[in-house]
Nanobody
Framework: QVHLVESGGGLVQAGGSLRLSCAAS????????MGWFRRAPGKEREHVGA????????YYADSVKGRFTISRDNAKNTVYLQMNSLKPEDTAVYYC????????????WGQGTQVTVSS
């Protein structure tokens, strides 16, 4: 059974930083692209970014480009989201997701971790 468990969320002041982690189990982690998503209250889910199975390719939404960085450690079955220069509009529940590199959709999702940025 596949499990994705996010951690590292919390309350931070605007301008601060947080690093989210997503630990994966039950899958061949190095064969999966990994994505980070977020959902703010009253808003649609947003695809924040993604990293390819090898770590060689990344994608970022315009809203976070230059502030967020995705990385992965395939030896630890973990993907990270480093968030710098946080803004109140970054407040959301953040989810990681896994997509088999042969697929277009994300197959597995974590439960999410809350990030709150105060002004």
């Amino acid at each position: 059974q596949v499990h994705l468990v996010e951690s590292g969320g919390g309350l931070v002041q605007a301008g601060g930083s947080l690093r989210l982690s997503c630990a994966a189990s039950g899958l061949t982690f190095s064969s999966f692209d990994m994505g980070w998503f977020r959902r703010a209250p009253g808003k649609e889910r947003e695809h924040v970014g993604a990293i390819s199975w090898s770590g060689g390719s990344t994608y970022y939404a315009d809203s976070v480009k230059g502030r967020f960085t995705i990385s992965r450690d395939n030896a630890k079955n973990t993907v990270y989201l480093q968030m710098n220069s946080l803004k109140p509009e970054d407040t959301a529940v953040y989810y990681c997701a896994a997509r088999d590199r042969g697929n277009d959709i994300y197959d597995y999702w974590g439960q999410g971790t809350q990030v709150t940025v105060s002004s």
